[in-house]
């Protein structure tokens, strides 16, 4: 098994799916020889200037997050860009986070992204 490796990626001018699906194959390690899915033998990213990703179409204004607070019928939906505003680093990581299969290591392989 190889060492982890750090990878930075600027974030600039940089579609947001597209940057996430870069970040998902080294959390995974998927550019790797030895590469198995049930394997974690992914590396640490990096993401720098969070700020200036690239939003296509209209993704800012219409695409709504939906939380549960675990009560009966209290739904909330929270629009793209007030999430944007107050954090760029979460949005980048709930679309990494889809990316990802989920099975028991995308909450371990998701805590290698660090987000600047």
Known sequence: MEAR?????????????????????????????????????GDFVIVKNVKKILFTGNKLSQKKYFIHTGYIGNDREQPMSEVFEKNPGEVLKRAVSGMMPKNKLRPIQIKRLKVE
């Open 5 to 41: 490796q750090n990878h930075v990626i600027d974030a600039t001018n940089k579609p947001l799916g597209r940057l996430a699906t870069e970040i998902v194959i080294y959390l995974r390690g998927k550019q790797k020889q030895d590469f198995a899915p049930n394997k974690d033998s």
